[in-house]
Structures are given as C-alpha cells and as structure tokens.
C-alpha cells in the first residue's frame, strides 16, 4: 500500500527526501501527474532487488515447489537431504 502520492512538481523538488522515504520506510512513493502516461512509482533498491528474486522465482518454477513443500506434511526434510539442483 503506498503512503505517499506527490505530484511531479513536489517530487522534484524534494526528490532527495523522496529517496530517503522510499528506502527508510520500504513504501512505495507515487508520482501522479495530470497525464497518466507519465505516472510513477518510486521504491527503494532493496526493495526492489527483492520484487525481481521473487518474479524470477515465480517465473521458473520455485516458488510452486516452496509452495507444495509448505503443504506437505509428511514430516521433517533434512537440508542435506533436498536436491538444490532439482529446485
């Protein structure tokens, strides 16, 4: 949920502290201008980083076997005992 919404005009002028929000507070900060084609959204690096691990894990297949093995209940699986390579 985003916390914050400026305008281009504010987000320029204050777009250091912009940065810093997005990063301290892990929320995304809209950008909303008059012409749709030009709104934004301006988050954090890390935050971003993280959205891409998890599109790239839902794109190849991870997350649906992380999601299998959450309802397995079968029991404990050791680590050393999990092919990696497989996943």
Do not use: C
Request: negative net charge.
């Amino acid at each position: 949920m985003t916390e914050m919404s400026l305008n281009p005009t504010t987000a320029r002028r204050n777009f250091f502290d912009l940065l810093k929000t997005a990063n301290d507070s892990h929320q995304a900060v809209e950008i909303i201008s008059d012409r749709k084609e030009y709104n934004a959204v301006v988050i954090g690096l890390d935050d971003w980083r993280s959205i891409e691990e998890t599109l790239f894990l839902e794109q190849t297949g991870v997350m649906d076997k992380v999601r299998k093995r959450e309802k397995d209940n079968t029991g404990f699986s050791a680590v050393s005992e999990l092919d990696w390579d497989s996943l």
